[in-house]
């Protein structure tokens, strides 16, 4: 792990709010140069803290207006190995996200669907009917708060 200071740490958080932003944009900002910048953003790259960037999508602008957390049992431990059951989960498409966690439920998938008919015919015909799937628990998101983190 490398030793952040307060520019690193201001570049993080100008870059987790825009990833686009570039560097001269985030010199000028911050009082740098844009070399200085670009060397700075480098060595967070080289050291593996920036692992990449992403392109958050209006979900609900491209037609999918319920996002489902389902908590899931797998019923058959040892019959099913776990990677069974995550690569097939992980080929369905309206699944997001695959979380093996600790606790009552072995997986949280974050399930995305047009409407809850649509979330109900994703239930039904495909994560269902997975390899081991046992007991199932669906939150439906209501809304969503993004926090900037600990930076």
Sequence with gaps: MI?????????LRHLASDATT????LGRTLGLSQ???????????????????????DLE???FGV???????????GRVSLEDFER??????EVQSVQHVLGLYDYRLRVIARDLADFERILRRRIMTLPGVGD?????LLSEERLPGPL
């Design 22 to 25: 570039g560097a001269g944009e």
């Design 3 to 11: 030793a952040l200071d307060d520019t690193d740490r201001q570049i």
């Design 61 to 63: 602008k491209l037609g």
């Design 136 to 140: 199932v628990e669906a939150n439906v």
């Design 67 to 77: 996002t489902v957390f389902l908590g899931v049992k797998l019923a058959t431990k």
């Design 35 to 57: 070399p200085a910048t670009w060397r700075r953003i480098r060595r967070l790259t080289d050291a593996g803290i920036l692992a990449g960037r992403r392109v958050d999508l």
């Design 88 to 93: 097939a989960v992980s080929a369905i498409p």
